[in-house]
């Protein structure tokens, strides 16, 4: 087997067997890879690069919309933000803005860096319950 498909196969079952607070972090750290890629395609005036990897993060921002649990009341305060990054990825695509994309690399890093700490919280908790039982 070629390294390319171990690499694969360990992608894949790192999603299959991820929490979903897992996968969350996942989408997150997806969407900065994304970001940095698109900014690079910018300063290297390659707009294709710029362009796709900008709608991969606008598609991981939609999905984080759409997952989003709307009973949970952080839900409101949530989507509004979620819509700017969106804006910003897309005034990032159409004029070539790195502040933009910049900006919503900043907004997605202190999501991630907010869930990281709740996924990390609630192993801690897990383990700590599954200790007493």
């Given at each position: 087997?070629?390294?390319?498909?171990?690499?694969?196969?360990?992608?894949?079952?790192?999603?299959?067997t991820a929490?979903?607070?897992?996968?969350?972090?996942?989408l997150y750290?997806?969407?900065?890879?994304?970001?940095?890629?698109?900014?690079?395609?910018?300063?290297?005036?390659?707009?294709?690069?710029?362009?796709?990897?900008?709608?991969?993060?606008?598609?991981?921002?939609?999905?984080?919309?759409?997952?989003?649990?709307?009973?949970?009341?952080?839900?409101?305060?949530?989507?509004?933000?979620?819509?700017y990054i969106?804006?910003?990825?897309?005034?990032?695509?159409?004029?070539?803005?790195?502040?933009?994309?910049?900006?919503?690399?900043?907004?997605?890093?202190?999501?991630?860096?907010?869930?990281?700490?709740?996924?990390?919280?609630?192993?801690?908790?897990?383990?700590?319950?599954?200790?007493?039982?």
């Amino acid at each position: 087997m070629s390294q390319q498909h171990y690499q694969q196969a360990y992608k894949s079952n790192s999603v299959n067997t991820a929490s979903p607070g897992e996968l969350t972090l996942m989408l997150y750290n997806g969407c900065l890879k994304f970001i940095k890629y698109a900014k690079k395609g910018i300063e290297d005036g390659n707009f294709q690069m710029k362009n796709t990897n900008i709608q991969k993060a606008q598609s991981i921002i939609n999905e984080l919309i759409v997952t989003l649990d709307q009973g949970a009341p952080i839900a409101k305060e949530m989507m509004p933000l979620y819509d700017y990054i969106n804006r910003l990825l897309i005034n990032g695509n159409v004029k070539n803005d790195l502040e933009a994309l910049t900006e919503a690399s900043n907004l997605v890093a202190d999501f991630r860096d907010t869930w990281k700490e709740v996924v990390k919280q609630t192993r801690t908790m897990q383990y700590s319950q599954g200790v007493q039982a």
